[in-house]
């Protein structure tokens, strides 16, 4: 199985998790109704500490429940651990393997805590460290680029807040992603094509912000570990505290700027950097006027909700790092230096 065949199967693999653990993913909810936590205690790494990111925002907006994202060595390294004083404590990792979550977890059981872990493998440490355990359903993922693994953990994180909402419109939102997803797959080929002009790209800025804080981080991730060019993510706001000094002419730029509350402002900041610098932009959106300010733009279904969008979001992002990494002559399946299983202490 490829990278290219996992991206592809996205649509399908959302489909079954919406269907298969919505029953699990609503304990879940019920479980955290009854500590009513004073907030989420968040350990994750990597690809999953984005989707972290992603928690912060939809859990902390839509739930109005704080998320913390927790600092792993203060648990596994320092053995200084802090006070949770009755957090709900919930571990993130594709394999579960990582010793420094599962130490997160463990230490929040010792402190009384209610633990929960999203994983892809039930019988790992992690889930065996957590009270409740929800399965992300990815299958196998045989690419060392994680891809479906990271949708499922934020189609996990969405269903879990729509749980925990018990709003009928949020399930009903959460039908339609799996379309989404395909209708952006269905773009591969003009996507693809699109990746070609920054076959000689060495450094990049990918900018974020709100609900796409995450995105922004994820596609810079996917950029490093494929292509190895040198992509700084930020949110777009902090990218104006001084960043926004290295752009010049021809500076490429990816932005995730789909509709919703963020996007006036983020909208002002792109044509700046048109305008201004003339940065070459590489632009996610549904909306028209961000697309034609891009020199590549890489379209959205009109329609998402702004608290689903980085599900969608992320799928251009990674079809062009994966053409980029085929135009720079790189081997998508065997990126150096990194492994599919990272277990940090």
């Known amino acids: 199985m490829s990278l290219i065949t996992e991206i592809h199967e996205q649509g399908d693999i959302l489909e079954r998790l919406l269907n298969n653990q919505m029953g699990k993913v609503e304990e879940v909810a019920r479980l955290i109704k009854k500590h009513n936590p004073p907030y989420i205690f968040l350990a994750a790494r990597g690809t999953s500490d984005n989707a972290g990111r992603y928690a912060n925002y939809v859990l902390g907006s839509v739930n ?15 053995n200084q651990p802090p006070q949770l004083n009755g957090a709900l404590v919930i571990g993130i990792s594709q394999s579960g393997q990582s010793p420094d979550i599962v130490s997160v977890l463990t230490e929040a059981q010792r402190q009384g805590c209610p633990t929960v872990a999203i ?12 009270d409740a355990v929800i399965d992300i359903q990815a299958g196998v993922e045989a690419a060392v680029a994680a891809t479906k693994t990271y949708t499922t953990e934020l189609m996990s994180i969405a269903m879990l807040s729509a749980a925990l909402s018990g709003e009928k419109s949020a399930y009903e939102a959460l039908t339609q992603v799996p379309g989404w997803v395909r209708r952006v ?8 094509r699109l990746a070609e002009r920054y076959r000689y790209m060495e450094r990049c800025v990918v900018l974020g912000r709100g609900y796409n804080y995450a995105t922004a981080f ?67 959106s549904d909306r028209l006027e961000a697309l034609e300010l ?7 279904p009109v329609g998402i909700p ?7 979001a992320i799928i251009p992002a990674q ?14 399946e065997a990126p150096r230096s990194i492994r599919k299983v990272t277990e940090t202490h």
């Open 306 to 312: 702004e608290w689903l969008s980085p599900i969608v």
């Open 64 to 78: 109005r429940i704080p998320v913390a994202l927790a600092t792993p060595s203060l648990f596994s390294i320092y």
């Open 185 to 192: 797959l269905s773009q591969a080929d003009t996507l693809t």
């Open 319 to 332: 079809l062009f790092a994966y053409a980029l990494t085929r135009a720079k002559g790189y081997n998508t």
């Open 119 to 130: 994983t892809n493998i039930t019988e790992s440490p992690l889930a065996k460290s957590a």
């Open 294 to 300: 891009a020199q590549s733009p890489l379209p959205l």
């Open 218 to 284: 994820e596609w810079s991730l996917k950029l490093k570990e494929l292509t190895y060019v040198t992509a700084e993510p930020y949110s777009s706001a902090d990218f104006q505290h001084g960043p926004i000094a290295i752009v010049e002419q021809g500076f490429p730029i990816m932005a995730v700027a789909p509709s919703g509350q963020v996007y006036e402002n983020f909208l002002g900041m792109l044509k700046q950097l048109r305008s201004g610098p003339n940065a070459e932009l590489v632009v996610i």
